[in-house]
């Protein structure tokens, strides 16, 4: 299973990355798929806003739909990405943001982030 962050769902508008597509690239399939309600929420958020900060966000909350969504204690997002990683069943996360990368593998999580210009790549801690 793998944790898509908010940045990861609006990088398609932002960094111009089919994401799914990379993913499927890299080997993992759609049933895969896992996403935070907080993060969900977040992606309300900032799709509430203008220009193209909520577009992306609105694109990455439909692309959302394509994942299975999870409830999390925590509310932060990156908190959440964190609850969710530590899971048995979740091998790999999705981000962009560095600190987040940085706790993410400091915990023993493989993370899928964006190399070069539109491709995605596994860093492994």
Known sequence: MIVLDTNA???PVECNVRVF?????????????????SVIEEL?????????EATAASVGRDLASRCSIR?????YADDAVVELADRE??????TNDAPLKRRLLDRGVPVISLR?????AITQP
Do not use: I, Y
Request: aromatic share 4%.
């Open 9 to 11: 769902l609006m990088m």
């Open 21 to 37: 597509e990379e993913l499927d690239r890299l080997g993992f399939d759609s049933g895969e798929w896992l996403v935070p309600e």
């Open 44 to 52: 309300d958020k900032l799709a509430d806003g203008g220009g193209e």
């Open 71 to 75: 409830e999390t204690a925590a509310d």
């Open 89 to 94: 069943e979740v091998t790999h996360a999705v």
């Open 116 to 120: 070069g210009r539109n491709k995605l």
